[in-house]
């Protein structure tokens, strides 16, 4: 998909004539026929463009407006809509189920992230300098988050924190016996979040990218004055990455605001509800099961708005906040 | 120069027509070839279950493609909450299986929408019998005069325990007993036994709770689609069940939660529990422990309230092909064969047919020795309204909560009726 539409955008562009030059910079080329090659690349441009288009229009936009739409009805995917107003909003903040719902997500989002990008960081300051095996070790760490959103490795988690599994049986030896982790209301929303943790690949090699573009000079400097670790870590380092520090967090909130797979996967196929005592409740989890197992499609396109908002909002805030800690090298005046 | 030129454009002209062209073959790939010219008929058949099962399903399939040369079916399967999941879905997008695995519990709720195919006009048609089914299970799928399931198998609700452990507890299990023997018995072999408990918790199972209903002169749903018992009724129901568990007499919530996806009785944790019968085929698998089925405890020492559920095979209302569709239905019920093969994986065969043809053994034999003895007091089935599923599963769910400590019993007991309600009246 992606060569085909910077191939097309770059046909796009000849409307003005200019860049139909550049395609065929003939010198006997009148000005009529460079105006009729360059419709005809505009033709093909948008030919190419088509399917990114019916694309967008289909997949993304279509279903976005009915979406917003159905939020505002009673819909059980078989009768028609029936059109209710505010209702379904209204509902939804009496509704019990949904306030743990939001609650779960909540500490998913709040604990998982930071830890999840402060151990991406630790992993990719290790390995930012050369060393031997260096490459192994970078594929070994990026693995699970290339797999991670499979339900294959939600199926690992589980055998691996269930009852009488390795963790369990290798933490009763050393006196600390929790029994199943995933059926136990307290440590199983932990298992969740150690799963989103373990998954740091992803903004690990993002700061991989971002660690490598810190001048050494600066830590030459730095290092002449007298500055130690902790301190060139903290006035050059972290400066210097803000941006991908931002960038990186902005992308895991918002994904960690949609976690369901392994949620669903840990609890396990075959059950109808969010955990022991709803305590793997997450957002995307509930949305589902009110849209499919209890048909109420209106009901769920709300919640869905609902989250967009959540998260629009979180964004919003973060964007206000950059200015006070993100530095980027051309603010530098 | 300009011939080529004009060329080059024309080429990539070319290349862009055909890649639109190639994605309209792509949509057309994925929409038709379902019918076709020579007589030939497909039509996709989905269930839930397990490998188990699936193994025993392609054989029967195998034998009727090979009766109905004309006729190919595409099975298809998944986990029971998944399976009903992708059926909302596919059923939204009109492109329901045309022949499904169903239960009592969700014809009302498909048939309401109309999803579900009157298979009386095929029966009249002479493409499905309707003839040899034990215990008037031809009945079983019946809702306000259409046919909307044939039944394919059929179980009742049994008490499974430990009689190894029953034996060194000093307790006997027998027919009549009631819910106050129970409970004494379930004390005396946790008492007897370190290690299990004496039973299952099992105040949160819809099921159950409707036989102590029915023995009670209520049920679980009413004719009109109502809850058919009052908060006190429930909460009479809970507390009883909670005060045994604080007398260390059942498992703990956290303990079952923790055991899953297995049963307490089939992770060596608790005594006794309560389900279908045809479980044991699965707990058989689970455990090595020896498990016995017993009756269901009373409470006036005569009525258990039981009645025989089925599993069924239903049409879709849009399918293409209902006289395939009503012929598979009827080979699945009918051919001795299929009987043979799948024994009691989805509980007892439900025409004679089959129920001849196949000689129990194993476990097989117990839960044909436990239905023969339940047989005489099988009742009518309560019936269960649109939203039942929802109910259930809210019923399962917040007595779960309150064995877990994380909510009052009284803040329970008005949650479920908040959300069976309005599961039931939309």
Redesign the interface.
Known sequence: MTP?TTRAAD?ARPPTGTSGAKA?P?P??APA?GRR?GR??T??GY??L??WC?GILLLTLGPMLVSLYLAFT?Y????SPQWIGLQNFQDLLED?RWWTSVQVTLKYVLIGTPLKLAAALAVALLLVKPRKGQGFYRSAFYAPSLIGASVSIGIVWRAIFN?DAIVDKSMSLFGWDV??W????DWALPTLITLTVWQFGAPMVIFLAGLKQVPNELYEAAAMDGAGRWRRFRSITLPMISPVLFFNLLLELIHSFQVFTSAVVIV???????G???SLLVYGWYL?EQG?????MGYAAAMAWMLMLGIGLVTAVLFKTQRGWVHYEEDAR | ??AR?WT??AR??RA??A??AA?GLLATGCGGGSGSGDGKVTIRYSWWGAKDRAELIQKTVELFEKEHPNITVKTDF?????F??KF??Q??GGNAPDVFQNSYAFLRKYGD???LLDLNGQAKAGNLSLKGFRDGLEKAGDIDGKLLGVPVGANTFALFYNPDAFKKAGVTVEDGWTWDDFFAAAKKVRKSDGTLYGASDNANVMYLYDLYMRQNGKAFFTKDDKLGFTKDDLTRWWSLWRQHAKADELVPG??S?????KASIS?DLSAAEFTWDNFLVRFAAETKTTLDLGPIPTTDGKRTGQYLSSLMLSGSARTQHPKEVAQFIDFMTHDPEVGKIMGYNRGIPATTAQYDAYKPQGVDAKIAAYEKSVSAELEPITPHPAGA??AE?AF??IY??VA?G?TSMDKAVD?FFDEAES?LG?
């Open positions: 085909t046909g065929a003939g006997g080329a026929a090659q005809r690349e033709l093909a030919l190419f088509t399917p019916i009673d059980n995917l078989f009768d019990d009852d029994g199943g995933i059926g136990d209301p396990g196929a075959g059950t109808n509800t969010g022991p005592g709803d589902y499919f197992h209890n048909l109420r | 120069m300009g030129r080059a454009r990539g002209f862009a027509a890649a639109v994605l998944s986990e029971y909450t998944d009903w999941s909302n879905t059923a939204a929408k109309n999803l956290k303990k939660e923790q055991a899953k996806p992770a599923d929802v599963a399962l769910r779960t909560q877990l994380q949650q599961a939309s």
